[in-house]
T-cell receptor, first 112, second 114 residues
């Protein structure tokens, strides 16, 4: 059974820092990997999706990488801002392409 | 933009009641999903539907059923609510074409069973 782990569980950084969030998964037979953002009491917002054949995806200040063979993904946030404060979740999709297995999330606080 | 709307943000029900959670999406997506989110347990899939009247069990289907009579609407039913079903419930939808599209989530329903 697929297991997804995110480290650290919580992170506090000063504004302007570049930071890396980590995600690892136990079964490398994935269809894709997604990164989401969740604000308190809200639903999830999709940030980036990396297909299993891809190595990375970029959107603005966000860059996500995927190393399928080692079962790892990283989300890089450049020049962090207080508005980036949220919980970041990674999720992997199995061969069916539908069912997502989520990590426990990293709660990020960016201090002004 | 994709819009996934869950009918209630907060809901309080009593033990033993039959509870309906409704979800509507406006993008003609084939796939729809129900998750629950609990502290320390994360997000877990309850059921998903890949087409009208079609459903598949997720990781934790016990105590729940679903209904999808129309493509845009996916309902989660708690047949006889129990206190351990107090949770945040999240609905999502996704298109199958083109492939490799993300799931889009609603804002969630925070359900309390007393």
């Amino acid at each position: 059974k697929q297991e997804v782990t995110q480290i650290p569980a919580a992170l506090s950084v000063p504004e302007g820092e570049n930071l890396v969030l980590n995600c690892s998964f136990t079964d490398s037979a994935i269809y894709n990997l997604q990164w989401f953002r969740q604000d308190p009491g809200k639903g999830l917002t999709s940030l980036l999706l990396i297909q299993s054949s891809q190595r990375e995806q970029t959107s603005g200040r966000l860059n996500a990488s995927l190393d399928k063979s080692s079962g790892r993904s990283t989300l890089y946030i450049a020049a962090s801002q207080p508005g980036d404060s949220a919980t970041y979740l990674c999720a992997v999709s199995g061969s069916a392409g539908n069912m997502l297995t989520f990590g426990g999330g990293t709660r990020l606080m960016v201090k002004p | 933009d994709v819009k996934v709307t869950q009918s209630s943000r907060y809901l309080v029900k009593r033990t033993g009641e039959k509870v309906f959670l409704e979800c509507v999406q406006d993008m003609d997506h084939e796939n729809m999903f129900w998750y629950r989110q609990d502290p320390g347990l994360g997000l877990r899939l309850i059921y998903f539907s890949y087409d009208v009247k079609m459903k598949e069990k997720g990781d934790i289907p016990e105590g729940y059923s679903v209904s999808r009579e129309k493509k845009e609407r996916f309902s989660l039913i708690l047949e006889s609510a129990s206190t351990n079903q107090t949770s945040m419930y999240l609905c999502a939808s996704r298109t199958e074409s083109p492939p490799n599209q993300p799931q889009h989530f609603g804002d969630g329903t925070r359900l309390s069973i007393l």
